[in-house]
């Protein structure tokens, strides 16, 4: 019998938020380390580049900071090395990658959060060694910026979400569970796994027609 007020849950949504993290030079030798907590942490990698920015893109990167005291040495630091640019992925992305960088500046991370990356990898309050977008339209416009020829399609959630299962993946799947009922192997987990890709409509079919080995 359910729970009392057991009902009223809310149903399980389907979301996933991007977010971009940087890689900054001070810590890009530590990139394979920081890109392994990353995976750990439950984030997909969605895209990775390597880029050596310009004094001028980093100026449009930290745009907002234009006229501040540290300005024109972070645009300095910025620039004197080559950054790790990530499009990460996951629920709650981009509050999550923030609280796993911890505060900006390194020192006081050190002291008040000493987990954190900035506090394992950063020196300072500039060279903190990673960067993370603060908000969704940030991210986004963060993400263009590093990878301008990616079409950044906003995630299904929702009915758009339920919509998209139902047609790409669901009819699948319920096969694939139908025969693993029948079935009930040792290990239901790999099987199905074996399964879809046996049974994968997107497969490439090799055509039945006649083929020739073309001799050499
Ligand atoms: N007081 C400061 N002195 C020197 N550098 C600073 C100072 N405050 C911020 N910075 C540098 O400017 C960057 C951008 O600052 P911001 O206030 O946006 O912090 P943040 O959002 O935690 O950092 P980021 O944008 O890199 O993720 C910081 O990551 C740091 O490298």
Not at 147 to 173: H, M, Q, W
């Amino acid at each position: 019998m359910p729970e009392e007020g057991e009902n009223k849950m809310s149903k399980p949504q389907i979301y996933v938020e991007r977010t971009l993290a940087v890689i900054k030079p001070d810590a890009v030798h530590h990139a394979d380390e920081i890109e392994d907590v990353i995976t750990r942490s439950g984030f997909s990698v969605l895209q990775k580049r390597k880029v050596q920015l310009t004094p001028e893109q980093s100026s449009e990167f930290y745009a907002e900071h234009f006229g501040k005291m540290f300005f024109p040495s972070l645009i300095t630091y910025m620039s004197s090395g080559p950054v790790v640019a990530l499009v990460l992925a996951k629920d709650q992305a981009i509050s999550s990658w923030r609280e796993l960088i911890g505060p900006t500046n390194s020192l006081i991370a050190k002291q008040t959060h000493p987990d954190c990356l900035r506090a394992k990898y950063g020196t300072d309050d500039q060279q903190n060694a990673l960067h993370g977008s603060d908000s969704f339209t940030t991210a986004e416009k963060e993400i263009r910026f590093f990878f301008p020829d990616s079409i950044v399609e906003p995630i299904p959630i929702g009915e758009a979400a339920k919509s998209y299962l139902a047609r790409t993946v669901n009819p699948t799947v319920l096969k694939g569970l139908t025969e693993l009922c029948k079935k009930k192997p040792n290990d239901p987990i790999t099987w199905l796994a074996n399964w879809l890709l046996e049974n994968n409509p997107n497969k490439p079919k090799v055509g039945g027609g006649n083929y020739k080995v073309e001799e050499s």
